[in-house]
């Protein structure tokens, strides 16, 4: 038994003993949002509710705008080049558009990854929304 499984249940058995329902206390995880007011993304997420908006929902589902997504997904991610902001940023593909949403560090980041998506197969076009965050 690992270590920190040995530790959870000698916690919870000490905590919870004699108690028919478990370890079901979980610590509460304080976060100081005072340390990074940059974090709260209200604003860009209200631009979201447009109807004009593109977002994940608006991923087609047929098997070839899902293998485009696929595709760019997999070579962003394995571009070690890339920042994880860059590697995470929103791919949706909908008759063969490809819409990038989402920040990156640089203009060198925003700039490989619409190549990435205009060199897949099927690509008909590039909607590049990225953000970049250090111009």
């Known amino acids: 038994m690992n270590k920190y499984l040995s530790i959870t249940l000698i916690a919870c058995a000490a905590g919870m003993f004699g108690a028919a329902t478990g370890c079901e206390n ?12 940059n974090a709260d993304n209200t604003k860009k997420n209200e631009r979201d509710t447009s109807p004009a908006a593109v977002t994940p929902m608006d991923q087609a589902e047929n098997p070839t705008d899902r293998a485009i997504t696929q595709k760019v997904r997999q070579e962003v991610v394995k ?9 995470n940023v929103k791919i949706i593909t909908n008759k ?19 190549a990435v998506a205009k060199s897949v197969t099927d690509v008909n076009s590039v909607d590049n929304q990225l953000e970049v965050k250090n111009p």
């Open 96 to 114: 063969g558009v490809v819409t990038l949403r989402g920040p990156v560090e640089t203009a060198k980041e925003r700039d490989a990854i619409a």
């Open 26 to 37: 979980k610590p509460t995880i304080k976060v100081d949002e005072s340390s990074n007011p």
């Open 79 to 87: 571009n070690g080049e890339l920042s994880m902001n860059a590697k």
